[in-house]
């Protein structure tokens, strides 16, 4: 049973360029979360997707930031135009479709992004 | 002031050492509360999820919550080398985005 997946698993990319990053939940799992953990903090939340709906996108920065999670296919964060202080590990999340406070969490491996 | 607050360490112990880590918080609204281990460049794992105060034990690892005193803890028992990793402390209250301590550094020498 594949855990969450994540692509690539590291991303350079220079100033101004798009990054994106691509996330499948495990199977069977419908809700999709971003974290972004910059170094030496922890995961900060910053997008709660359901297939084509955007839940809760309070932590996503107004700018060059967005999230989609299509009918069919991977959930993408898009970052445009990059800048040095977007590098960070990109960590995207999954819980089952039941949508109940106490479901779980199960984290991908992360996407490294470095911007030159 | 950080939602919750976390010592990142390091926390250096010898093997065989019962660890105890630490988080407080300071929004009341935090109903459900869990432990995730890092290792160095990979995802959080799930440790441990408790729901309101009281202890929950698996294996050799307990988590207690402390609700009235807005205070969580991680023991582990008869730690190992392979322990050595960071270690998370995460809530939420009935939303569904966890919010993070900055995790504590755990380094446990043969």
């Known amino acids: 049973n594949a855990g969450v997946m994540q692509n690539p698993r590291h991303l350079v990319r220079r100033r101004g360029q798009e990054a994106r990053l691509r996330c499948s939940p495990m199977?069977?799992?419908?809700?999709v979360y971003w974290y972004r953990q910059l170094p030496e903090e922890g995961l900060k939340f910053m997008v709660y997707?359901?297939?084509?709906?955007?839940?809760?996108e309070s932590g996503m920065p107004k700018e060059r930031f967005s999230a989609e999670f299509p009918k069919e296919g991977p959930s993408i964060l898009r970052i445009q135009q990059v800048v040095r202080g977007d590098s960070a590990a990109y960590f995207c999340a999954s819980s089952p479709p039941s949508g109940g406070s106490t479901d779980t969490q199960y984290f991908g491996p992360g996407t490294r992004l470095t911007v030159l | 002031q950080k939602e919750v607050e976390q010592d990142p360490g390091p926390l250096s112990v010898p093997e065989g050492a019962i660890v105890s880590l630490n988080c407080t918080y300071s929004?009341?609204?935090?109903?459900?509360f869990m432990w995730y281990r890092q290792y160095s460049r990979k995802g959080p794992e799930l440790l441990m999820y408790t729901y309101s105060s009281g202890n929950k034990e698996d294996g050799r690892f307990t988590a207690q919550v402390d609700k009235s005193s807005k205070y969580i803890s991680l023991f582990i028992r008869d730690s190992q080398p392979s322990d050595s990793a960071t270690y998370l402390c995460?809530?939420?209250?009935?939303?569904?985005?966890?919010?993070f301590g900055t995790g504590t550094r755990l380094l446990v020498s043969p």
């Open positions: 199977k069977g799992h419908s809700h």
């Open positions: 929004n009341s609204a935090f109903q459900y």
């Open positions: 997707l359901q297939k084509e709906n955007i839940i809760d």
């Open positions: 995460a809530m939420k209250s009935g939303f569904q985005k966890l919010v």
